[in-house]
């Protein structure tokens, strides 16, 4: 296990590039597809965003991996041996140099920021009675800081050591606040501007939502501000309530079409 956490410290920037590169694609296959699918079926350039049994398949997925971690962490697996190993690495490999990008990418996914540029959305949406985005908004982004805090304070997880002074926490470890709330807030503002904006700007859209939510959530692990397993199960929860929120954006705009 030290073996392979110190292989990972090793090439951690490498990893993080690969892991990017990996998501830039599969963000981009799915905007192709969800396009070819969508023009094969009505002739238009709109989007059927998510479909019933795909959502119902990918909340079953992403609860059981949430499941998963939690109970690693919560009967202390070899897991929780492998974080603690790979945290001290890059604690002794990762210089300050290094981690300075880092620590200002990774603010952009603080709880607090986050809140205040919800709140702003929120109430855009509201003043322009965009009522059937307003709600799937307001709940993916309430479930994710609710379940989130009720997750910190159940499993109460410490916080690896200091780091190198870029970034201080105070609270529980376990699930990542910064992975979870990125998830939810680019995500699900990658969604609202895919039903705003015209289809020229749409590609690009789902590719700065995935870097964004790729590199704030992986910042938080070369900080060590996490645990790889912190950040993983907050992608997953954020993951869930993303796609609570769509599923409710796409059954409310199905229903309007309807009536």
């Known amino acids: 296990m030290d073996a392979l956490s110190l292989w990972t410290s090793q090439h951690a920037l490498a990893l993080l590039a690969v892991v990017l590169i990996l998501a830039l694609l599969a963000g981009d296959l799915g ?27 990918l909340l079953v997925l992403l609860a059981a991996l949430f499941g998963l971690l939690a109970w690693a962490v919560w009967t202390q697996t070899a897991l929780v041996r492998f974080d603690t190993e790979l945290a001290q690495h890059l604690r002794e490999r990762l210089s300050p140099g290094v981690l300075q990008p880092f620590d200002v990418v990774t603010q952009l996914g603080d709880p607090v920021l986050i809140a205040l540029a919800a709140g702003v959305v929120a109430l855009v949406l509201a003043l322009r009675r965009r009522w059937r985005l307003f709600l799937p ?30 970034t201080v926490e105070t609270g529980f470890s376990f699930p990542s606040g910064h992975a979870a709330g990125s998830m939810v807030f680019f995500g699900l503002l990658a969604y609202l501007l895919l039903r705003l904006w015209p ?17 704030v959530g992986f910042s938080r692990v070369l900080l060590q501000a996490h645990y790889l397993s912190d950040v993983l199960a907050g992608y997953a929860l954020g993951g869930f309530w993303l796609i609570i929120g769509i599923a409710l954006g796409e059954l409310l705009r199905r229903g309007a079409q309807a009536r």
């Open 199 to 215: 289809p020229p700007r749409h590609r690009d859209t789902v590719a700065a939502a995935v870097a964004l939510i790729t590199i």
């Open 137 to 166: 908004w307001c709940i993916a982004l309430g479930g994710t800081a609710g379940s989130g805090h009720f997750v910190k304070q159940l499993v109460q997880r410490p916080r690896p050591f200091g780091g190198h002074g870029f």
């Open 31 to 57: 905007w192709r597809r969800a396009r070819r699918r969508r023009l094969a079926a009505t002739g238009r350039n709109g989007y059927l965003a998510l479909r019933p049994g795909t959502a119902a398949i």
